[in-house]
Nanobody
Framework: QVQLVESGGGHAQPGGSLELHCAPT????????MAWYRQAPGKERELVAQ???????KYADAVKGRFTISRDNGKNTVNLQMSELKPEDTAVYYC???????????????WGQGTQVIVSS
């Protein structure tokens, strides 16, 4: 069972920066898409940023120009650099990954446990 662990959440002031990091707890044969989602209190989980194994990225309109997603294909890790943070960025941030666990094509899709980000003065 593939498991992901996030780190780097915490508190930041408006206009500040934080970086989130996500890594698997074990070897994964092949990771395709990786992403960060977030869920604010009382709201549905939403896509923040996504990156393919080829490095193609997609961002939510609310974070374009402020957040940058990156990955290390050798380590199957994904980062989210967040700058110019706003109070509305406050949420639990979840890492996501999908791919294959073996050459025989056993597919997986999994989430991390989430890391809290609070933006306030």
């Amino acid at each position: 069972q593939v498991q992901l662990v996030e780190s780097g959440g915490g508190h930041a002031q408006p206009g500040g920066s934080l970086e989130l990091h996500c890594a698997p707890t074990q070897f994964i044969f092949s990771v395709e898409d990786m992403a960060w989602y977030r869920q604010a209190p009382g709201k549905e989980r939403e896509l923040v940023a996504q990156i393919s194994v080829y490095g193609n990225t997609k961002y939510a309109d609310a974070v374009k120009g402020r957040f940058t997603i990156s990955r290390d294909n050798g380590k199957n890790t994904v980062n989210l650099q967040m700058s110019e943070l706003k109070p509305e960025d406050t949420a639990v941030y979840y890492c996501y990954a999908d791919g294959f666990t073996s050459p025989r094509g056993t597919r997986f899709a999994t989430w991390g446990q989430g890391t809290q980000v609070i933006v306030s003065s």
